[in-house]
């Protein structure tokens, strides 16, 4: 099993690397005004978006595979995984909204400010947080 909670760990870092960045790219896409830098964006937020998706269904399946392995049944007071589950429930759905948002840019309806993609930037960085907090500290 430690194998596979390496592997876990990889893919939550590659998956976070995008979350992180992504949001990020879509600031500068939303401030650029020429044709060319548009498509730049859009090329890149578009591989992007590819290679977090491979982190983020490695991350599930590593994940599954150590709760079903590891933590099946729960034990008592675990809590704590309960909420973190949650917690990545939350982050699949951000997931998602990027996935929208990188649909509006690549049909030029993005409808957004850069001031709204810099406050959703530091959403999947709370979660992180919250996640590493649970995991590690256990707290209930």
Same mark, same amino acid.
């Given at each position: 099993?430690?194998?596979?909670?390496? @592997?876990? +760990?990889?893919? =939550?870092?590659?998956?976070? $690397?995008?979350?992180?960045? *992504?949001?990020? /790219?879509?600031?500068?896409?939303?401030?650029?005004?020429?044709?060319?830098?548009?498509?730049?964006?859009?090329?890149?937020?578009?591989?992007? @978006?590819? +290679?977090?998706? =491979?982190?983020?269904?490695? $991350?599930?399946?590593?994940? *599954?595979?150590? /709760?079903?392995?590891?933590?099946?049944?729960?034990?008592?007071?675990?809590?704590?995984?309960?909420?973190?589950?949650?917690?990545?429930?939350?982050?699949?759905?951000?997931?998602?909204?990027?996935?929208?948002?990188?649909?509006?840019?690549?049909?030029?309806?993005?409808?957004?400010?850069?001031?709204?993609?810099?406050?959703?930037?530091?959403?999947?960085?709370?979660?992180?947080?919250?996640?590493?907090?649970?995991?590690?500290?256990?707290?209930?």
């Amino acid at each position: 099993m430690l194998w596979i909670k390496a @592997f876990h +760990i990889f893919f =939550i870092v590659s998956w976070f $690397a995008g979350l992180l960045y *992504l949001p990020r /790219l879509f600031v500068y896409h939303t401030d650029t005004i020429d044709n060319a830098g548009r498509q730049r964006f859009r090329t890149m937020e578009k591989r992007l @978006f590819a +290679i977090m998706s =491979i982190g983020g269904i490695g $991350a599930v399946v590593t994940g *599954l595979w150590l /709760l079903l392995g590891w933590w099946w049944p729960l034990p008592e007071g675990s809590h704590w995984l309960g909420l973190k589950l949650i917690l990545v429930a939350g982050l699949l759905g951000f997931h998602l909204a990027c996935w929208g948002w990188l649909r509006a840019f690549a049909g030029d309806h993005n409808q957004h400010s850069a001031r709204y993609f810099r406050l959703v930037n530091e959403i999947p960085a709370l979660f992180l947080l919250a996640i590493v907090i649970l995991a590690i500290v256990k707290p209930f």
